[in-house]
């Protein structure tokens, strides 16, 4: 008898826990890890071509180089021409822009865009979701082919870009597929489709593709493709002004 009552003890525990559902918090914690390099630095070249109605596409093309475990970036502005040696540099809580015709820096924001795209500086550190944002509702959909889970996120600061998020997370692994990016006033204001195909670095999988799309101009979007992908040790000095002012 007792055998049987912990067998059904161990089932009813069993159950409740299904029942509980998956740990979101989790969740959203292994999407951040999934991008996080830890010790190890990152660099990446990402090729960022904007469309606008009546326009020729722009291209712009930035080398990044980051650092996650001090939360640092540098981000330098291969082409175009006219814009090249441009770059931004975050050091702790700054973020710093350079303009090599004037030789001056200038105080930024993690929040500004780059050049003309829907791409912003905050798209390019580490995500921190978990850290940034409370999960206020959840949700299981399906996008495309893939069973999804749909967590709405709730600043918890006002240093993000973004006040509300709602990020659509695959289930059968932690990586996300789609972002929508909300105004203090719920406006939708940016969509990001992370598309499906990923370039694996240091265990890590990253968005080969993503297509940033602008919701209060219409037609207007970026699509951001990375290549060259290191991970391994940088020089200290590639996260210092020097390096960027002497970088064209």
């Known amino acids: 008898m007792k055998r049987i009552a912990i067998a059904l003890f161990l089932a009813a525990s069993a159950s409740l826990l299904a029942a509980a559902g998956p740990d979101f918090k989790s969740m959203l914690k292994a999407v951040d890890e999934m991008g996080d390099f830890g010790k190890q630095d990152f660099s990446a070249v990402y090729s960022i071509v904007t469309e606008k109605p009546g326009e020729n596409p722009s291209t712009t093309e930035i080398q990044i180089y980051r650092r996650d475990v001090q ?51 905050s798209d390019f550190k580490k995500h921190t979701f978990s850290e940034d944002y409370e999960i206020s509702s959840t949700a299981a959909g399906k996008l495309g ?27 059968d692994k932690s990586v996300p597929l789609k972002e929508e990016d909300y105004s203090v006033s719920e406006k939708l204001m940016r969509t990001v489709l992370y598309l499906p195909t990923y370039v694996e670095a240091a265990g890590k999988l990253i968005p080969a593709k993503i297509k940033m799309i602008d919701e209060l101009n ?16 940088l020089p200290d000095s590639n996260f210092t002004k020097a390096f960027l002012s002497r970088a064209q």
């Open 145 to 171: 082919a893939f069973e999804t889970w749909i967590l709405d996120l709730k600043a918890r600061t006002n240093e993000v870009s973004y006040q509300h998020v709602r990020l659509t997370i695959r289930k």
């Open 218 to 233: 219409k037609g207007e979007q970026s699509v951001l493709t990375i290549s060259n992908v290191r991970v391994g040790a």
């Open 71 to 121: 939360n640092q970036f540098v981000i330098l502005i291969n082409k175009p021409e006219k814009q090249k040696g441009q770059g931004y540099l975050k050091i702790d809580d700054n973020v710093w822009f350079f303009d090599p015709e004037s030789g001056n820096f200038s105080h930024s924001t993690i929040k500004e865009n780059i050049q003309n795209s829907q791409a912003k500086n």
